[in-house]
């Protein structure tokens, strides 16, 4: 009895079929279907200031130049060691349009776990915020690192040179020099969907040393269209352009949001795999508002979600609301980096590629 015979299938999404095509195109096609569909729309809601879908397509396709600017590419891991904030999403896309590969971290991971995963990995670049980014310094000695991207968490710019006592002074650049005066237009780069690797997911290491997990770009695509889809009652079509999107098909009334019109708040980690594929991408294609927040906070996340209610915050996230500021801040209040020494003598470590 197959996985689709009527017997596994009565409780199927009410219309969507039993099997979908999936179109073959990288990641960065959802970025690029849901900025042309959802344009001046929320796409992110952060501390108080917002993101539209537009504006992270061009903040998207700045910080892919400015990596490869930087002779980062095809071939190329970037990790992202960062919590729910603006800027994973922006460095998420980015890399991935440049033609390299992402790699998440924890940020709460220790300094030896990173290290390792870090060289593991093969990770030529890693992207953290400023209050994260002691064990980062600790790390950088044991790895292939070569440049340190540190985003700033009191909405503002980092300040790299100072930061851990100048661990980064010769590797380290601010998020935003990195796309900055680049092109808004997303690179020309030659993507293979079916070999080049987007994502070296690492397992939660509760059975022995974390692994990495290699998946190309149509993997992620097609779990990325089964959340999407599935959660909708839609289908994966192209938008004339190479974007992708998708279309709805399911009864009238029987999902309750339309495309376009959800609200979500969301603390599922995007540096999970789970958070990547069904809180970032799958949201973002059926162009839903994501309110992120980068830990659990009880109180503030029952506050949104209140918010979330009101016809007033559903109207503020339409194509009709002004652009804000960037939304640089990751936390409502600041506190110092725990930056330890860095020391010459650290033992080095031969990185493997996964």
């Not at 910080?63 to 999403?89: C, E, S, T, W, Y």
Request: proline share 8%; charged share 20%.
């Amino acid at each position: 009895m197959g996985a689709t015979s009527s017997e596994h299938t009565r409780h199927w999404f009410a219309g969507v079929p039993h099997s979908l095509d999936y179109p073959d195109v990288p990641v960065g096609a959802i970025l690029a279907g849901a900025a042309r569909r959802w344009g001046d729309r929320t796409a992110l809601h952060h501390a108080g200031r917002d993101l539209s879908f537009a504006e992270l397509a061009r903040a998207s396709a700045r910080f892919a130049h400015g990596l490869i600017a930087r002779g980062i590419g095809r071939g190329d891991v970037v990790a992202l060691h960062l919590p729910n904030v603006p800027q994973f999403a922006i460095a998420y896309y980015g890399t991935l349009l440049a033609g390299a590969t992402f790699s998440p971290c924890n940020p709460l991971l220790p300094p030896d776990e990173l290290a390792f995963q870090l060289g593991d990995c093969g990770a030529v670049a890693v992207v953290t915020l400023d209050l994260l980014a002691g064990s980062v310094a600790e790390a950088l000695d044991r790895t292939k690192v070569r440049t340190v991207v540190v985003a700033g968490s009191g909405g503002g710019p980092a300040d790299v040179a100072g930061l851990c006592g100048g661990a980064f002074a010769e590797c380290g650049v601010a998020f935003e020099e990195v796309g900055a005066g680049r092109p808004e237009e997303f690179p020309e780069v030659e993507i293979d969907a079916r070999r080049d690797l987007a994502h070296i997911a690492y397992t939660g290491g509760t059975t022995g040393r974390s692994k990495g997990v290699m998946l190309p770009h149509r993997n992620v695509v097609v779990n990325t269209l089964q959340f999407a889809c599935s959660g909708t009652g839609s289908v994966p079509e192209l938008d004339g352009h190479g974007g992708l999107t998708v279309r709805s098909v399911g009864p009238d009334g029987e999902y309750p949001t339309p495309l376009g019109e959800g609200v979500i708040v969301s603390v599922a980690p995007w540096f999970h795999a789970m958070g990547t594929v069904g809180y970032l991408n799958s949201q973002f294609m059926t162009g839903t508002t994501i309110v992120s927040h980068p830990r659990l906070d009880v109180p503030a996340f029952l506050s949104d979600m209140g918010t979330c209610t009101r016809a007033s915050w559903r109207r503020s996230c339409s194509p009709t609301r002004p652009s804000r500021a960037p939304p640089w801040s990751a936390a409502p209040t600041r506190r110092r980096a725990s930056c330890p020494p860095r020391s010459s003598s650290a033992p080095a470590r031969s990185p493997r590629r996964s």
